[in-house]
């Protein structure tokens, strides 16, 4: 878990940060070994599962694999174990990322997601000609279409708004899907309580 307390004054107290609501199982010490991309692939298969692993930001140092070999190897591990490439969602917030897997990755690529943290609320139209990922409001869905792109994965709210009380699509969801895109979405565990309006993740329809 990415939390930390910082007032601590020992390495094992700085890693008690984590917030009440959320989990330490996965601690050192307190679970099971941790397991590579590829034995986790492989757990998947066994239990003839489906798969959405995500690229995070990768600052290689001295001595360590290329951007892009990382990005490669995230196939690789599911193409030597003959794992369906119909049943990977490869995703990252790196339009980069996914650049590399749409022209490098084969199948694996044409199912590639590229998710949008751009937390817009779906409305605003405008973006950004040298890099249609990066968008003051909707992204350029048709420029990403061309390149090859057919996943786009927004925050839940980008897909929905309030119209007259009731829940209907949002500018964003129509445009993606007049552009012939598929859409993913995240998230729901973070989700706050719906008599309360239900938090950031029902922000477009929780007047």
Known sequence: MDASDKTAT??????????????????????GTLVTHAQSVALIK?????????????????????????????????????????????????????????RNGDAFGRQAVLLDGNYTDGT????????????IGLPNFVALKAAGFNWIAPPQQML???????FAPSDYAKAAKAAGMNINAWTLERSGHLASGGGWYYSSVNA
């Open 10 to 31: 020992t390495a094992t107290a700085y890693m008690g940060g984590t917030a009440d609501f959320r989990t330490d199982l996965y601690v050192s010490g307190k679970s």
């Open 46 to 102: 066994k239990y003839n599962r489906k798969a959405t692993p995500e690229l995070k930001t990768y600052t290689p140092g001295p001595g360590m694999p290329t951007y892009d070999a990382i990005r490669a190897k995230v196939v690789k591990d599911y193409t030597d174990a003959a794992f369906p490439a119909a049943n990977v969602w490869l995703q990252s917030f790196n339009y980069p990322d996914v650049e590399y897997w749409v």
């Open 124 to 135: 605003t139209v405008g973006m950004d000609e040298s890099n249609p990922s990066k968008a």
């Open 160 to 166: 929905l708004k309030n119209a007259a009380g009731k």
